[in-house]
């Protein structure tokens, strides 16, 4: 007679429990203006305390270090809405503080529900670490450029007029003669937008 095999019991699954750890690891490194924390495995609503506690750990060298955080999450399994939701909450929280925090994700539906959803809207996320090291490189400098932070470092956009602010280059408005220059029209023209009938 063979023997059957039996169902594990009780005590021999309560004796090895599955913690957060198993299902989730992260690795903090230092790269130029960021602290970056690069998660693997699966981020889910039995990780989110392990996850929010890792990021806060980083949020905290990145705030004696004075740079921003980057959350590579692109080599995840899998990645929540719940997670980015409670990622977005707290990193309102240490922006406020002086500490920046943007979310690397590969996973366009990530993105998407993250730019479309009112809880998330407002957290930084990119594709890649690249692209997050330049947004926050580019940020600074604008920051330092103009003494104050700007939002999404967009530029200003201004009027060619008289007066207006010269930031090093030639201005010239439509109908002035303007010295040849490497095959240039000699006269400014405003170009008129089509009609639409």
């Keep these: 007679m063979k023997p059957t095999a039996s169902a594990p019991s009780a005590a021999s699954v309560s004796a090895n429990p599955r913690t957060p ?19 693997r495995g699966e981020a889910d ?12 750990e980083a949020v905290e060298a990145a705030t004696r270090a004075h740079c921003a955080v980057i959350i ?20 309102r929280q240490y922006r406020r ?12 539906h990530i993105a998407r529900l993250a730019a479309g959803d009112p809880r998330t809207a407002d957290l930084a996320v990119r594709s890649t670490v690249v692209s997050a090291l330049t947004a926050i490189h580019l940020r600074k400098r604008t920051t330092y450029a103009t003494g104050g932070p ?11 007029q008289r007066g207006a602010p010269d930031r090093g280059r030639t201005r010239y408005l439509p109908g002035e003669t303007i010295p ?11 170009t008129p937008l089509p009609s639409r009938r």
């Excluded at 750890?21 to 998660?39: C, K, N, P, Y």
């Excluded at 990780?47 to 890792?54: D, F, I, K, V």
């Excluded at 503080?97 to 366009?108: A, K």
């Excluded at 040849?180 to 405003?190: E, F, K, N, R, S």
């Design 97 to 108: 503080n002086g500490v920046e925090v943007c979310l690397v994700t590969t996973d366009l």
């Design 21 to 39: 750890g198993d299902q989730l690891s992260f690795r903090t490194r230092r790269r130029g203006e960021a602290v970056i924390l690069s998660a």
């Design 72 to 91: 590579d999450a692109s080599r995840l399994g899998f990645l929540s809405l719940r997670t980015v939701a409670a990622l977005a909450r707290d990193a």
């Design 150 to 160: 700007r939002p999404h470092g967009t530029p200003q956009i201004t009027p060619d």
């Design 45 to 56: 609503a039995f990780t989110l305390p392990l996850w929010r506690e890792e990021v806060r």
């Design 180 to 190: 040849g220059h490497g095959g240039l029209p000699p006269i400014v023209t405003a």
